[in-house]
């Protein structure tokens, strides 16, 4: 068959830098990308950041098509957050016995292994930043701290999603059904899980400077 992948609002731009293609989320500009990275490259990344979900080797896996855990995509970025090393997510820290001694302790695991090199880890924090400052998820920015982020809307609105961080914290944003039936319509990431994002990192964010 033939695939034919199109923007949001079915418009194109032309020629844009790189930044531009991922603040706005134009989906043509990320297929063109992964035909010249490489399929087998990018799911080489993914794994290496701990997504053990199936992942078809399809170039459609630009646009985000893979059914992945909203843990794994957590822990995905999270791994870009801390400079490119892989994050083990966990749901606690320490573990202790009666008399106060720990048992099992996270608090001071090893960093992970590095997945590409710190250098291409920062160009990429920037480039998601601009997601941010002027992208789809514009929103974020009554956070008042640097932010950067990705928001993601699938085809049919069968769900939205936004993950994003700062240096302190991230939050993993993700709105859908069960049966994957559609949410609404014209729903965006951008619209419904910024919102969502904003109001828990308003709450939770340390009062770091």
Same mark, same amino acid.
């Given at each position: 068959g033939v695939w034919m992948p199109s923007n949001y609002d079915n418009r194109?731009?032309?020629w844009v830098t790189l930044r531009t293609a991922l603040a706005k989320s134009l989906n043509?500009?990320?297929? #063109?990308l992964m035909l010249d990275v490489g399929v087998d490259r990018v799911i080489a990344v993914m794994r290496g950041f701990g997504i053990h979900s199936d992942i078809p080797r399809h170039i459609s896996i630009a646009l985000g098509t893979p059914d992945i855990t909203l843990l794994e995509m957590a822990?995905?970025?999270?791994?870009?957050?801390?400079g490119g090393r892989r994050v083990t997510p966990h749901f606690w820290d320490v573990v202790m016995d009666? #008399?106060?001694?720990?048992?099992?302790?996270?608090?001071h695991d090893p960093p992970g292994p590095q997945v590409f090199p710190p250098a291409v880890d920062y160009a990429l924090i920037d480039l998601m #930043?601009?997601?941010?400052? #002027?992208?789809?998820?514009k929103r974020a920015l009554e956070l008042g701290r640097p932010a950067a982020?990705?928001?993601g809307t699938s085809a049919n609105f069968k769900d939205v999603w936004f993950i994003g961080f700062t240096t302190d914290l991230l939050c993993a944003v993700w709105i859908g059904r069960d049966d994957s039936t559609p949410i609404g319509d014209k729903i965006t990431g951008g619209?419904?899980?910024v919102p969502i994002w904003l109001e828990f990192m308003k709450a939770a964010h340390p009062p770091t400077p």
């Open positions: 194109y731009n032309g043509t500009i990320s297929v #063109r822990g995905g970025y999270a791994g870009i957050a801390a009666g #008399r106060g001694e720990p048992l099992l302790d996270h608090r #930043r601009g997601v941010v400052a #002027r992208g789809t998820a982020g990705k928001t619209g419904a899980a």
